[in-house]
T-cell receptor
Framework: GAVVSQHPSRVICKSGTSVKIECRSL??????MFWYRQFPKQSLMLMAT?????????EQGVEKDKFLINHASLTLSTLTVTSAHPEDSSFYIC??????????FGPGTRLLVL | SQKIEQNSEALNIQEGKTATLTCNYT??????LQWYRQDPGRGPVFLLL?????KEKRKERLKVTFDTTLKQSLFHITASQPADSATYLC???????????FGTGTRLTVIP
């Protein structure tokens, strides 16, 4: 079945640094990928839609200059959290649709900003 | 505003019984609804999709119903097992472009 991977699985960084998270579709191509954020005991909240070859589309309230998204190829999207602060600590999950109505999610990246 | 609510944050059930989870939505007219399973520290895993013109869908021990009049979906796990313990999420496609909006989730615990 379709597989989506994320790297790293967890990262700890100091406040003010930038962190890059990779999302790869391993056995299918994805012109669109999605980035979600999940705080403890809360549901997934869509942050942005990553589009291959064009700019990402951000949800209301998500700062595009803080969460930089690059969809460089049909199998890779990256999310960079710039100048991370403790409130950015969260579980970041990407997904990619392998069929028009089915999405496959990555295993998630746990970010802790000290 | 658009909202998706799942009936309870947590549900405990005895092994072998049927677990029933509820998903209610407002201010949507979705063409389809999806259910996912999420284990702690992991990404969601797709389980079932049901379309607006389908009343019921089954997959092994899972059954989903979709009532567009009530704006409600029910998710059933029959003959529940401890391995079914997880958080179950319902999700709607807001724009028709796989732009998923998730419910609050129900954490199911199946007690041996």
């Amino acid at each position: 079945g379709a597989v989506v991977s994320q790297h790293p699985s967890r990262v700890i960084c100091k406040s003010g640094t930038s962190v890059k998270i990779e999302c790869r579709s391993l056995d299918f191509q994805a012109t669109t990928m999605f980035w979600y954020r999940q705080f403890p005991k809360q549901s997934l909240m869509l942050m942005a839609t990553s589009n291959e070859g064009s700019k990402a589309t951000y949800e209301q309230g998500v700062e595009k200059d803080k969460f930089l998204i690059n969809h460089a190829s049909l199998t890779l999207s990256t999310l960079t959290v710039t100048s991370a602060h403790p409130e950015d600590s969260s579980f970041y999950i990407c997904s990619a649709p392998s069929t028009p109505q089915t999405q496959y999610f990555g295993p998630g990246t746990r970010l802790l900003v000290l | 505003s658009q909202k998706i609510e799942q009936n309870s944050e947590a549900l405990n059930i005895q092994e072998g019984k049927t677990a029933t989870l509820t998903c209610n939505y407002t201010n949507y007219s979705p063409a389809y609804l999806q259910w996912y399973r999420q284990d702690p520290g992991r990404g969601p895993v797709f389980l079932l999709l049901i379309r607006e013109n389908e009343k019921e869908k089954r997959k092994e021990r899972l059954k989903v119903t979709f009532d567009t009049t009530l704006k409600q979906s029910l998710f059933h796990i029959t003959a529940s097992q401890p391995a079914d313990s997880a958080t179950y999420l319902c999700a709607l496609d807001r724009t028709g472009a796989n732009n998923l909006f998730f419910g609050t989730g129900t954490r199911l615990t199946v007690i041996p």
